[in-house]
T-cell receptor, first 113, second 116 residues
Protein backbone atom coordinates (compact mmCIF):
# COMPACT_ATOMS: atom_id res chain seq x y z
CA UNK A 1 0.00 0.00 0.00
CA UNK A 2 1.11 3.53 -0.67
CA UNK A 3 2.59 5.91 1.87
CA UNK A 4 2.40 9.65 1.32
CA UNK A 5 4.87 12.05 2.85
CA UNK A 6 4.40 15.78 3.07
CA UNK A 7 6.69 18.46 4.38
CA UNK A 8 6.90 20.67 6.10
CA UNK A 9 4.16 19.79 8.56
CA UNK A 10 3.61 23.42 9.51
CA UNK A 11 4.77 26.66 8.00
CA UNK A 12 4.40 30.32 8.86
CA UNK A 13 5.28 32.70 6.06
CA UNK A 14 4.97 36.46 5.53
CA UNK A 15 2.81 37.86 2.77
CA UNK A 16 4.76 38.16 -0.45
CA UNK A 17 7.22 35.39 0.33
CA UNK A 18 7.67 32.31 -1.88
CA UNK A 19 6.30 28.87 -1.09
CA UNK A 20 7.32 25.33 -1.81
CA UNK A 21 5.46 22.35 -0.39
CA UNK A 22 6.58 18.87 -1.25
CA UNK A 23 4.73 15.59 -1.50
CA UNK A 24 6.37 12.24 -2.15
CA UNK A 25 4.75 8.86 -2.52
CA UNK A 26 6.04 5.37 -1.81
CA UNK A 27 4.64 1.98 -2.64
CA UNK A 28 3.07 2.68 -6.01
CA UNK A 29 4.04 3.60 -9.55
CA UNK A 30 2.48 6.03 -12.01
CA UNK A 31 -0.10 7.33 -9.55
CA UNK A 32 -2.48 10.20 -10.06
CA UNK A 33 -1.45 12.93 -7.62
CA UNK A 34 -3.56 15.73 -6.21
CA UNK A 35 -3.23 18.92 -4.19
CA UNK A 36 -6.18 20.03 -2.08
CA UNK A 37 -6.62 23.03 0.17
CA UNK A 38 -8.85 23.16 3.20
CA UNK A 39 -9.56 26.56 4.71
CA UNK A 40 -10.28 26.63 8.44
CA UNK A 41 -13.57 24.89 9.17
CA UNK A 42 -14.31 24.39 5.51
CA UNK A 43 -14.44 21.60 2.98
CA UNK A 44 -11.79 20.44 0.55
CA UNK A 45 -10.97 22.33 -2.60
CA UNK A 46 -9.10 20.58 -5.40
CA UNK A 47 -6.26 22.78 -6.61
CA UNK A 48 -4.24 20.64 -9.03
CA UNK A 49 -3.99 17.10 -10.25
CA UNK A 50 -1.41 15.24 -12.27
CA UNK A 51 -1.68 12.02 -14.25
CA UNK A 52 2.03 11.84 -15.05
CA UNK A 53 5.43 13.51 -15.00
CA UNK A 54 5.16 17.08 -16.20
CA UNK A 55 1.37 16.83 -16.63
CA UNK A 56 -0.51 19.28 -14.44
CA UNK A 57 -4.16 20.28 -14.53
CA UNK A 58 -5.38 23.28 -12.59
CA UNK A 59 -8.85 23.41 -11.12
CA UNK A 60 -9.01 27.00 -9.96
CA UNK A 61 -7.20 30.16 -11.04
CA UNK A 62 -4.86 31.36 -8.34
CA UNK A 63 -1.33 32.43 -7.63
CA UNK A 64 -0.25 28.87 -6.88
CA UNK A 65 1.39 26.46 -9.27
CA UNK A 66 2.26 22.78 -9.20
CA UNK A 67 4.96 20.67 -10.73
CA UNK A 68 5.70 16.97 -11.01
CA UNK A 69 9.40 16.55 -11.71
CA UNK A 70 9.42 12.84 -10.89
CA UNK A 71 6.83 10.10 -10.96
CA UNK A 72 6.28 10.11 -7.22
CA UNK A 73 7.00 13.73 -6.40
CA UNK A 74 4.48 16.54 -6.49
CA UNK A 75 5.35 20.12 -5.56
CA UNK A 76 3.10 23.06 -4.80
CA UNK A 77 4.63 26.50 -5.22
CA UNK A 78 3.97 30.18 -5.12
CA UNK A 79 6.16 33.14 -6.02
CA UNK A 80 4.32 35.52 -3.69
CA UNK A 81 1.99 34.35 -0.97
CA UNK A 82 -1.29 36.09 -0.18
CA UNK A 83 -3.14 36.09 3.12
CA UNK A 84 -5.86 34.03 1.46
CA UNK A 85 -3.36 31.24 0.81
CA UNK A 86 -3.49 30.26 4.46
CA UNK A 87 -4.96 26.83 5.00
CA UNK A 88 -4.33 23.14 5.32
CA UNK A 89 -2.79 21.61 2.21
CA UNK A 90 -3.30 17.95 1.52
CA UNK A 91 -1.61 15.80 -1.06
CA UNK A 92 -3.44 12.71 -2.28
CA UNK A 93 -2.56 9.70 -4.38
CA UNK A 94 -4.70 7.43 -6.50
CA UNK A 95 -3.90 4.42 -8.63
CA UNK A 96 -3.69 5.57 -12.22
CA UNK A 97 -6.73 5.32 -14.48
CA UNK A 98 -9.01 3.96 -11.85
CA UNK A 99 -11.98 4.94 -9.79
CA UNK A 100 -10.21 3.87 -6.70
CA UNK A 101 -10.09 5.76 -3.50
CA UNK A 102 -7.57 8.53 -3.00
CA UNK A 103 -5.19 8.21 -0.10
CA UNK A 104 -4.13 11.35 1.67
CA UNK A 105 -0.92 12.54 3.23
CA UNK A 106 -0.65 14.09 6.71
CA UNK A 107 -1.00 17.63 5.37
CA UNK A 108 0.84 20.92 5.72
CA UNK A 109 -0.68 23.70 7.77
CA UNK A 110 0.26 27.04 6.20
CA UNK A 111 -0.26 30.37 7.93
CA UNK A 112 0.41 33.50 5.95
CA UNK A 113 0.86 36.62 8.11
CA UNK B 1 -23.37 17.98 -12.78
CA UNK B 2 -22.17 16.04 -9.79
CA UNK B 3 -22.79 17.13 -6.26
CA UNK B 4 -22.59 15.75 -2.74
CA UNK B 5 -24.69 17.19 0.06
CA UNK B 6 -24.09 16.62 3.73
CA UNK B 7 -26.87 18.59 5.32
CA UNK B 8 -25.73 18.04 8.90
CA UNK B 9 -23.01 20.54 9.68
CA UNK B 10 -22.44 19.41 13.25
CA UNK B 11 -23.73 16.58 15.40
CA UNK B 12 -23.19 16.20 19.10
CA UNK B 13 -23.89 12.93 20.91
CA UNK B 14 -23.07 11.29 24.19
CA UNK B 15 -20.87 8.24 24.21
CA UNK B 16 -22.64 4.94 23.41
CA UNK B 17 -25.34 6.63 21.41
CA UNK B 18 -25.87 5.57 17.82
CA UNK B 19 -25.46 8.29 15.22
CA UNK B 20 -26.20 8.46 11.51
CA UNK B 21 -24.45 10.83 9.13
CA UNK B 22 -26.42 11.64 6.02
CA UNK B 23 -25.08 11.91 2.49
CA UNK B 24 -27.09 12.68 -0.62
CA UNK B 25 -25.48 12.74 -4.02
CA UNK B 26 -26.36 13.91 -7.51
CA UNK B 27 -25.08 12.45 -10.74
CA UNK B 28 -26.56 11.56 -14.11
CA UNK B 29 -24.11 8.75 -14.62
CA UNK B 30 -24.98 5.11 -14.16
CA UNK B 31 -21.41 4.29 -13.16
CA UNK B 32 -20.11 6.05 -10.09
CA UNK B 33 -18.33 5.42 -6.82
CA UNK B 34 -19.08 6.72 -3.37
CA UNK B 35 -16.66 7.14 -0.49
CA UNK B 36 -16.53 8.08 3.15
CA UNK B 37 -13.48 9.65 4.77
CA UNK B 38 -12.76 10.52 8.39
CA UNK B 39 -10.71 13.57 9.34
CA UNK B 40 -9.64 13.42 13.00
CA UNK B 41 -8.22 16.50 14.74
CA UNK B 42 -4.76 15.64 13.41
CA UNK B 43 -6.02 16.62 9.96
CA UNK B 44 -5.16 13.62 7.82
CA UNK B 45 -8.06 12.18 5.84
CA UNK B 46 -8.56 8.50 6.52
CA UNK B 47 -10.32 6.41 3.89
CA UNK B 48 -13.21 4.39 5.34
CA UNK B 49 -15.15 2.82 2.49
CA UNK B 50 -15.76 2.74 -1.25
CA UNK B 51 -19.01 1.60 -2.80
CA UNK B 52 -19.73 1.35 -6.53
CA UNK B 53 -23.08 2.12 -8.10
CA UNK B 54 -23.76 -1.49 -9.02
CA UNK B 55 -23.44 -2.78 -5.50
CA UNK B 56 -26.30 -1.78 -3.26
CA UNK B 57 -25.43 -4.19 -0.51
CA UNK B 58 -25.10 -2.54 2.81
CA UNK B 59 -21.82 -2.99 4.58
CA UNK B 60 -20.90 -3.41 8.19
CA UNK B 61 -17.43 -3.07 9.64
CA UNK B 62 -17.38 -3.35 13.39
CA UNK B 63 -19.35 -0.43 14.79
CA UNK B 64 -19.57 1.21 11.36
CA UNK B 65 -22.27 0.51 8.82
CA UNK B 66 -23.22 2.06 5.51
CA UNK B 67 -26.64 2.17 3.87
CA UNK B 68 -26.54 2.77 0.10
CA UNK B 69 -29.92 3.47 -1.50
CA UNK B 70 -29.93 4.37 -5.20
CA UNK B 71 -33.66 5.12 -5.13
CA UNK B 72 -33.03 8.09 -2.84
CA UNK B 73 -29.44 8.80 -3.98
CA UNK B 74 -28.22 8.41 -0.44
CA UNK B 75 -25.20 6.80 1.15
CA UNK B 76 -25.63 7.16 4.89
CA UNK B 77 -23.12 6.21 7.54
CA UNK B 78 -24.06 4.92 10.97
CA UNK B 79 -21.81 4.59 13.98
CA UNK B 80 -23.18 2.26 16.61
CA UNK B 81 -22.31 2.78 20.27
CA UNK B 82 -20.25 5.87 19.51
CA UNK B 83 -16.98 6.50 21.31
CA UNK B 84 -14.99 9.64 22.01
CA UNK B 85 -12.41 8.51 19.43
CA UNK B 86 -15.10 8.79 16.77
CA UNK B 87 -15.02 12.56 17.16
CA UNK B 88 -13.94 13.90 13.77
CA UNK B 89 -15.16 15.52 10.60
CA UNK B 90 -16.62 13.00 8.19
CA UNK B 91 -16.69 13.58 4.45
CA UNK B 92 -18.78 11.83 1.85
CA UNK B 93 -17.43 11.92 -1.71
CA UNK B 94 -18.30 10.87 -5.26
CA UNK B 95 -16.43 9.95 -8.43
CA UNK B 96 -18.51 9.45 -11.55
CA UNK B 97 -17.66 8.31 -15.04
CA UNK B 98 -18.44 11.58 -16.77
CA UNK B 99 -16.54 13.56 -14.17
CA UNK B 100 -13.50 11.44 -14.79
CA UNK B 101 -11.67 9.14 -12.49
CA UNK B 102 -9.58 12.01 -11.23
CA UNK B 103 -12.37 14.24 -9.95
CA UNK B 104 -13.38 13.39 -6.41
CA UNK B 105 -16.36 15.54 -5.42
CA UNK B 106 -16.54 16.08 -1.67
CA UNK B 107 -19.44 17.09 0.50
CA UNK B 108 -18.93 19.91 2.98
CA UNK B 109 -18.41 17.47 5.83
CA UNK B 110 -20.19 16.73 9.10
CA UNK B 111 -18.42 17.45 12.36
CA UNK B 112 -19.20 14.78 14.92
CA UNK B 113 -18.53 15.43 18.59
CA UNK B 114 -18.87 12.48 20.94
CA UNK B 115 -18.91 13.48 24.60
CA UNK B 116 -18.08 11.18 27.49
Amino acid sequence: SQTIHQWPATLVQPVGSPLSLECTVEGTSNPNLYWYRQAAGRGLQLLFYSVGIGQISSEVPQNLSASRPQDRQFILSSKKLLLSDSGFYLCACQEIRSYNEQFFGPGTRLTVL
Amino acid sequence: AQKVTQAQTEISVVEKEDVTLDCVYETRDTTYYLFWYKQPPSGELVFLIRRNSFDEQNEISGRYSWNFQKSTSSFNFTITASQVVDSAVYFCALISSSGGYNKLIFGAGTRLAVHP
